[in-house]
C-alpha cells in the first residue's frame, strides 16, 4: 500500500496567517490527491482535488499543488472557520489511504 | 441533492460480526462512475478506507481487513451494506460511507454523518 505522510501533525497559526501543510507519498501517484478538512464531531468536508482542483463551494484562500510523491495544501489567510484537521488522500489505486492528518490550532 | 446516512449498533461485543447500511439519495449507484465507500476513525486518530463498490459491481477492499469485510448493495433500495466480522475493541470508531462521483477518480466529494461503533463486552 502507499503510505501518506503529512507534516506537520500540528500547526499553530494566527488569523490572517499563510499557512503550508505537506504531504509525502511513499511512491509516485501522480496528481491522484484530494485534501479535505475535519471538525470536532464532523464527517471530512473535500477542499481539494487532483491535487490542485478546487471543490464547489470552497474559499479561493485554499489552494493545492504538487505531483509525484510532494503535494501541499495552502491556506493564504487563515480565519477563525479555518481551524481544524487536514488529511491528505491518495487515489492512485484502488488501495485508498490518507495521510495521518494536520491539526492547525489557535496561536 | 446528495446525502448518505449511516446506520447500525451503535454496541457490538467482541468477535460478533458487525452490519452498517449506507442509505443514500440524490444519485444512483448504477450509473456510470459512482461508488461507495466505508471510511472509519477511532477517537483521536486518523481515517482509514475500509472498502469500495462501484456501479458495476466491482469491491476493493484494505489490503489489512479484507478478510474480514463484505461490501454489497441494493440499487433497488439505494443502499451498501458492510459487515466485519470478528470484531475486536480496536474496531472501536465511527464509521462513515461516502461517495465517489468521478469515473477513475476515487476522492470523497460527500460524506455521511458517521456512526459511532464501540466493541465492548
Known amino acids: 500500500d502507499i503510505q501518506m505522510t503529512q507534516s506537520p501533525s500540528t500547526l499553530s497559526a494566527s488569523v490572517g496567517d499563510r499557512v503550508t501543510i505537506t504531504c509525502r507519498a511513499s511512491?509516485?501517484?501522480?496528481?491522484?490527491l484530494a485534501w479535505y478538512q475535519q471538525k470536532p464531531g464532523k464527517a471530512p468536508k473535500l477542499l481539494i482535488y487532483?491535487?490542485?482542483s478546487l471543490e464547489s463551494g470552497v474559499p479561493s484562500r485554499f489552494s493545492g499543488s504538487g505531483s509525484g510523491t510532494e503535494f501541499t495544501l495552502t491556506i493564504s489567510s487563515l480565519q477563525p472557520d479555518d481551524f481544524a484537521t487536514y488529511y491528505c488522500?491518495?487515489?492512485?489505486?484502488?488501495?485508498?489511504?490518507f495521510g495521518g492528518g494536520t491539526k492547525v490550532e489557535i496561536k | 441533492q446528495v446525502t448518505l446516512r449511516e446506520s447500525g449498533p451503535a454496541l457490538v461485543k467482541p468477535t460478533q460480526t458487525l452490519t452498517l447500511t449506507c442509505t443514500f439519495s440524490?444519485?444512483?449507484?448504477?450509473?456510470?462512475?459512482?461508488?461507495v465507500s466505508w471510511i472509519r476513525q477511532p477517537p483521536g486518530k486518523a481515517l482509514e478506507w475500509l472498502a469500495l463498490?462501484?456501479?458495476?459491481?466491482?469491491?476493493y477492499y484494505s489490503t489489512s481487513l479484507k478478510t474480514r469485510l463484505t461490501i454489497s448493495k441494493d440499487t433497488s433500495k439505494n443502499q451498501v451494506v458492510l459487515t466485519m466480522t470478528n470484531m475486536d475493541p480496536v474496531d472501536t470508531a465511527t464509521y462513515y460511507c461516502?461517495?465517489?462521483?468521478?469515473?477513475?477518480?476515487?476522492?470523497?466529494?460527500?460524506w455521511g454523518q458517521g456512526t459511532l461503533v464501540t466493541v465492548s463486552s
Open positions: 461516502a461517495r465517489t462521483g468521478e469515473v477513475g477518480a476515487t476522492y470523497f466529494d460527500y
Open positions: 440524490g444519485f444512483s449507484l448504477s450509473t456510470s462512475g459512482m461508488c
Open positions: 463498490i462501484d456501479w458495476d459491481d466491482d469491491k
Open positions: 511512491q509516485s501517484i501522480s496528481s491522484w
Open positions: 487532483k491535487a490542485s
Open positions: 488522500q491518495q487515489y492512485n489505486s484502488y488501495s485508498l489511504t
